[in-house]
């Protein structure tokens, strides 16, 4: 800010007029510097905050990107077991019939 001297004649003096003139604007003008500098400082920090919300949104589009992978080959994997699984329930039951047969044909008084 700038200085000034602390004492100003209180006399109207036309060479003095426009000395509080220019000192009243002189203040508006530091005020209004003051409150510029505050608003730099406060986009600056939003704009610290947004890089930092950029990053944060980047990495969870990497973790979707990922985790939807992962999703897609555990969705394959379980296809593939719930095939096998049939495949081996039909095997089992035909297994079964046939145990069954033989075992009717065995005993035929039963």
Known sequence: ?????????ASPDPAN???????????RLMAA??????AVERRREADRDE???AT?????????????DELDGTLVKSRKLERANREIAD????????????LDADNPHE
């Open 1 to 9: 800010m700038i200085e000034r001297p602390a004492h100003r004649a």
């Open 17 to 27: 007029g426009g000395a509080a003139e220019i000192d009243a604007a002189t203040r």
């Open 33 to 38: 510097l003051d409150a510029l500098e505050s």
């Open 51 to 53: 890089d930092e919300l």
């Open 56 to 68: 944060r949104i980047q990495a969870l589009g990497a973790d979707r990107s990922r985790l939807a």
């Open 91 to 102: 095997k089992l039951d035909a297994a079964i019939g046939t145990i069954r047969a033989v």
